[in-house]
């Protein structure tokens, strides 16, 4: 890692800090926003082992940072070529930057009231699409879908304010009105 990199542990460090502060979650993402940048195209955290995918799934999720009290979680996610993850939520606020390759994430918005258990009705709001160096900010409560359409695996680097497992977050399927719960596994940074 070069002396002026901007490592993983400073940036955990200045999340902290952060969100420490009594700020209100679109001032906080917008002080989130740059650092993850920053630490996300920096090359000290990146590994092989960040492009290992479950084949069933398309998808894998190496852990880099979570707090022991699951108030803050950083992952870099990878997507096999061709594949992606359906409609989710976070159940919490997430910065996203691409760093290898390019991923559609598509924005969905809950017309429902959300009070039958099982059922979601989705409408499809956006797509864009994320390549290296882009930053996608999606307060609580965003849902949106990721799709690889390239050739190749994806990467991208993730930041949760909270650890996704300790959430409640869901995952929707918008053409047979389905909402289930969505809970990921990770794995260890090399």
Wanted: with cysteine.
């Amino acid at each position: 890692m070069a002396a002026d990199e901007y490592g993983l542990e400073a940036f955990v460090s200045d999340v902290r800090r952060i969100m420490s502060q009594p700020l209100d979650e679109p001032s906080l993402l917008a002080q989130v926003a740059p650092l993850a940048r920053r630490a996300a195209l920096a090359s000290g955290w990146r590994s092989e082992v960040n492009y290992i995918a479950d084949p069933q799934l398309g998808f894998g999720t190496t852990l880099l940072h979570a707090e022991a009290d699951h108030s803050l979680f950083v992952v870099a996610d990878c997507w096999l070529a061709g594949r992606g993850v359906n409609a989710h939520d976070h159940g919490t606020w997430a910065v996203v930057v691409g760093v290898d390759g390019r991923e559609k994430n598509i924005h969905w918005q809950r017309v429902d009231d959300g009070t039958q258990a099982g059922y979601a009705e989705l409408r499809k709001v956006r797509e864009e699409t994320l390549a290296e160096g882009d930053v996608l900010t999606m307060p609580t409560g965003a849902i949106h879908s990721v799709l690889n359409e390239t050739a190749n695996t994806t990467l991208s680097f993730h930041v949760y304010g909270r650890h996704l497992n300790h959430t409640g977050r869901s995952q929707f399927d918008p053409e047979k009105k389905v909402e289930k719960p969505f809970i990921i596994e990770t794995q260890q940074s090399g």
